[in-house]
């Protein structure tokens, strides 16, 4: 098993430039979320799914989109990049049988915005 | 308000040395907590997860206290290691309506000198 993988692992746009953050497990999670980490802050939920075809907003879901096609994939865009957009995102999985519910980590995606 | 406050922010201790990182949380209703070792440049990575009946989980030579009474956790390292130099966070969950929300503490900085 690979686990949760991110592409890219370092990205730079200049303020308005659009991305997509790639997100993909091969746990066959239901669960599957994105994270934001600022210095000095705790991990902050941008927006998560329960399944595919389902998503929902998190605590700073503005300037960001999600959908859910598949299981496996949850990528995130970025409609119009701002410079408060700079942080290190990592995407989740997790398993709706498992109680307390275990969520896994991508290793991450470091993105620039200039 | 949910929260959950760390200390101290940054700790260094020499190799060898035990130390102790302490967690506490004002979150209502409580479901579990967890504690995540993030090394630098990666996701963070689950050391333990205790439910509201759990009061230590040991993984290792981590282990981890719960007090559900005074809202406190702690986890404690043994016998320090260079590798364990990352940073820990700790994590409470609690239940809602639609799904579990996960608040995430702002981390201690632990360095190990040789």
């Known amino acids: 098993n690979a686990g949760v993988t991110q592409t890219p692992k370092f990205q730079v746009l200049k303020t308005g430039q659009s991305m997509t953050l790639q997100c993909a497990q091969d746990?066959?999670?239901?669960?599957m979320s994105w994270y934001r980490q600022d210095p000095g802050m705790g991990l902050r939920l941008i927006h998560y799914?329960?399944?595919?075809?389902?998503?929902d907003q998190g605590e700073v879901p503005n300037g960001y989109n999600v959908s859910r096609s598949t299981t496996e994939d949850f990528p995130l865009r970025l409609l119009s990049a701002a410079p408060s957009q700079t942080s290190v995102y990592f995407c989740?999985?997790?398993?709706?049988?498992?109680?307390?519910?275990?969520?896994?980590f991508g290793p991450g995606t470091r993105l620039t915005v200039t | 308000k949910n929260q959950v406050e760390q200390s101290p922010q940054s700790l260094i201790i020499l190799e060898g040395k035990n130390c102790t990182l302490q967690?506490?949380?004002?979150?209502?209703?409580?479901?579990?907590l967890r504690w995540y070792k993030q090394d630098t440049g990666r996701g963070p990575v689950s050391l333990t997860i205790?439910?509201?009946?759990?009061n230590t989980k040991s993984n290792g030579r981590y282990t981890a206290t719960l007090d559900a009474d005074t809202k406190q956790s702690s986890l404690h390292i043994t016998a320090s290691q260079l590798s364990d130099s990352a940073s820990y966070i700790c994590?409470?969950?609690?239940?809602?309506?639609?799904?579990?929300?996960?608040?995430f503490g702002k981390g201690t900085r632990l360095h190990i000198l040789p």
């Open positions: 989740a999985s997790s398993y709706s049988g498992d109680q307390p519910r275990e969520q896994y």
């Open positions: 746990m066959n999670h239901e669960y």
């Open positions: 799914s329960v399944g595919a075809g389902i998503t």
């Open positions: 967690c506490n949380y004002t979150v209502s209703p409580f479901s579990n």
């Open positions: 205790m439910t509201f009946s759990e």
């Open positions: 994590v409470v969950t609690t239940p809602t309506d639609r799904d579990d929300k996960i608040i």
